[in-house]
């Protein structure tokens, strides 16, 4: 079933946890609502959900207005954070509350009712669990039950609130593959909130980007990373180094450092923010280079695959710190030392108008 | 999580608690932490004195009182036709008494944990009422409002309806300084719960009163039994507002508390402490209730 929402607006207060927000989720995807923390995400799914009311604007479910739709008839699976599970009720019964609540009329009968537990128990591939409760499972076996429990009302979409929050690591990344293999089973159109960039990029066949309530970037994962459209997602999707500058003669002049043949189309005097990714960056040991931007190099970390080599800005940039992500080869071959000056060559660099940018966003 | 819920839900509750988590032993082990033996001496017997003189002695003072002129004369004590007719009268006060409470509570405790509106803070501060209140004035302003020179006195004497001086004054009285009972255990209780249980019961398709049968009663039925014993012991053993509003009508208007002061003020010392001895025995039996009731509510939360 598709999902729509139409210029949502919510306010808590003083605080606008949704700013004319409106998104089309297509019927069948697996969505990650993806953010910092009261950038409105799960808001924005508590609305969908019906368990929040939002001031203005619409919830569309499949075409129809969902709006006035009382929850338990908008036929959503919810996920919630910290599972949510029955404590006093067993597994089993966890996952057959939401069939023996139906109506007299289309309850399924106790027979029935166990059957389809015991399917979707092994679906969740915990259905050696259905006599236990709660308490005695682990985290990562609840949230799985929580997910059986929202499936057996055949729900038309489901939506997770941060499932994977509330577990460690290991389990996390276990249950981010599994939900992934799960939903190409079902094709059942998902929308998930998290705060964890991995976590969305590799589960996803979308991602909805947000910050401050508004809307900043929607695409697939390979888009957001690669292609980020504002400095906010630029800075959200990992690490980044981030420069001050202004453009002359399509150069990046940065302090008395001139970074050559970037922002060819900006007007000559733009003041301009530049962002590059840390494998995005060379280093040149060369004294007599004239391009780049000077850094004195600091520690270099090689340990891992990569190595990285973390400089601080001296002159105009003094106070700011670089990484620089390079190959163990190459940094064999730079034979860098601590307090070395260097120059930082980009080979990649995206750069916006700094009076586009909403200062609070770089944080 | 979920007993990290349960375990703050318990800390409202004031019990022992704290001899169960500290073992004392660790300390007394350990000589870098053990106390002075004297100290331990002295803390120890000032506390058994203390406990010994004001509340095993008088508790001990009544049942021998009771039972000085013999069994026979306890005996007869109980079950005199007054005496009947009081235990008869605080059985119905507190049977209807604790019901409304319960309902009361429940719904009062169900708006504030789960809701957001506007007010709420006053209504917490209105449920702590009866609590800050003297029962006496509780009475008084029963008699003010409904007695016969009251606002509502005679509207209520043209119609024959009888308050103030009866049973129904007694039974509201009773109703309001037992109000607080269940409403502040489950408070801090459902608090602790958040809605999220809730939340998700209303997302699987059930209904309100689903929600609240299968999903909210089970979590709180602990707490809601704990805060109904305390409730009806306070009912049974109310004095000060049910002794403004009931007129000490013989047979009539007694609840047991009052019929134990009419018998001692007519120094019928054996009869006052025989029927006094049904209280305390209520108090002990409360006791025995409550201590068992917060073990299962203990083992509940360990085992879930």
Known sequence: ?363 | MSTAITDTSLKAKPSDRLFKWVEPTKFEHNVATRENKWIKIAVISMGLSFFALFLLLPLIAVFSEALRKGFGVYWLALTDADALSAVRLTLLAASIAVPLNLVFGVAAAWAIAKFEFKGKQLLITFIDLPFSVSPVIVGLVYVLVFGVNGWFGEWLVANDVKIIFAVPGIVLATIFVTFPFVARELIPLMQAQGKEEEEAAVVLGAGGWQTFWYVTLPNIKWGLLYGVILCNARAMGEFGAVSVVSGHIRGQTNTLPLHVEILYNEYNFAAAFAVASLLALLALVTLVLKTWVEHRADTNASAH
Request: hydrophobic residues 40%.
């Open chain 1, 1 to 363: 079933m598709s999902i729509e929402v139409k210029n949502l607006h919510k306010q808590f207060g003083s605080f606008t946890a949704l700013d004319d927000i409106s998104l089309n989720f297509p019927s069948g995807e697996l969505v990650a609502l993806l953010g910092p923390s009261g950038c409105g995400k799960t808001t924005l799914l508590r609305i969908i959900a019906g368990l929040d009311q939002a001031d203005s604007g619409s919830v569309i479910l499949e075409g129809d207005d969902a709006s006035a739709t009382h929850v338990r008839e908008r036929q959503v699976g919810f996920v919630f954070q910290h599972y949510a599970l029955f404590k006093h009720m067993t597994v089993f019964d966890n996952v057959a509350f939401g069939l023996r609540m139906k109506p007299r009329k289309t309850r399924p009968s106790e027979k029935v009712i166990a059957e389809k537990v015991h399917r979707l128990l092994e679906l969740v591939q915990l259905d050696w669990l259905a006599d236990r409760f709660p308490s005695q499972l682990s985290g990562g076996q609840r949230q799985r039950i929580a997910l059986a429990r929202a499936l057996a009302v055949e729900p038309r979409v489901l939506l997770l609130d941060e499932p994977f929050g509330a577990l460690d690591a290991k389990v996390r990344k276990e249950l981010r593959r599994w939900l992934r293999k799960l939903h190409d089973e079902l094709h059942i159109t998902s929308i998930f909130v998290t705060h964890d960039q991995e976590e969305a990029l590799e589960v996803a066949d979308r991602v909805v980007m947000m910050d401050h309530g508004k809307v900043e970037q929607v695409g697939t994962p390979d888009e957001v990373y690669n292609h980020p459209e504002t400095p906010f997602v630029y800075g959200f999707l990992g690490s980044v180094n981030l420069f001050h500058g202004r453009v002359d003669d399509g150069h990046l002049h940065i302090g008395d450092d001139v970074i050559h043949n970037q922002g060819e189309n900006y007007e000559h005097g733009s003041e301009v923010y530049a962002f590059a990714r840390p494998h995005e960056l060379e280093i040149v040991t060369d004294n007599q280079q004239v391009n780049g931007l000077s850094a004195k190099v600091n520690r270099v970390l090689s340990f891992g695959l990569n190595s990285r080599v973390e400089l601080d800005g001296i002159n105009s940039a003094a106070g700011q710190h670089f990484e620089v992500e390079l190959s163990p080869q190459r940094v064999d071959e730079l034979s860098l030392t601590s307090g070395q000056i260097v120059k930082l060559v980009p080979s990649k660099l995206k750069l916006f108008h700094r009076d586009s940018i909403n200062k609070d966003s770089l944080a």
